[in-house]
C-alpha cells in the first residue's frame, strides 16, 4: 500500500523561505507525475506546482520564479522550495504522487503560515 508523507511545514514570516519534503513510500515502482497542492481556510484546493519523472514542471502563476519543485527519482520523493513566502501562501500544502498501476495518492498535508 502507497503512502504518502509531507513534512517541513511551518511558521516563518514574509519575504522567508520554507523546503517542503514529500516521500512515497510502499511500491518498488517510479511515479509518473508529483505534485503538490495548497488549500487555503474558506478556498479550494488548487495546485500549485508538478513534476514528471521525466523532469517536466509546471507551476501556478501565483508561485512562478519563488517556488521551486524537484524530486528524488530513486527514492520517490519530491521537494517543494519556496522562497520569498507572502502571507496569501499560507495554506495546508499537499503531497499527490500518480503511478500507473498503483494509482493516486495524497498526504495527509502540512501547515505553512506565513506572517507578516
Known amino acids: 500500500q502507497v503512502q504518502v508523507v509531507e513534512s517541513g511545514g511551518g511558521l516563518v514570516r514574509t519575504g522567508e523561505s520554507l523546503r517542503l519534503s514529500c516521500t512515497a513510500s510502499?511500491?518498488?515502482?517510479?511515479?509518473?507525475?508529483m505534485s503538490w497542492y495548497r488549500q487555503a481556510p474558506g478556498k479550494q484546493r488548487e495546485l500549485v506546482a508538478e513534476?514528471?519523472?521525466?523532469?517536466?514542471?509546471a507551476y501556478a502563476d501565483s508561485v512562478k520564479g519563488r517556488f521551486t519543485i524537484s524530486t528524488d527519482n530513486d527514492q520517490n520523493m519530491s521537494y517543494l522550495q519556496m522562497d520569498n513566502l507572502k502571507p496569501e501562501d499560507t495554506a495546508v500544502y499537499y503531497c499527490?504522487?500518480?503511478?500507473?498501476?498503483?494509482?493516486?495518492?495524497w498526504g495527509q498535508g502540512t501547515q505553512v503560515t506565513v506572517s507578516s
Open positions: 499527490k504522487a500518480d503511478f500507473t498501476y498503483e494509482g493516486r495518492h
Open positions: 510502499g511500491t518498488s515502482f517510479k511515479f509518473n507525475i
Open positions: 513534476i514528471t519523472s521525466g523532469g517536466s514542471t
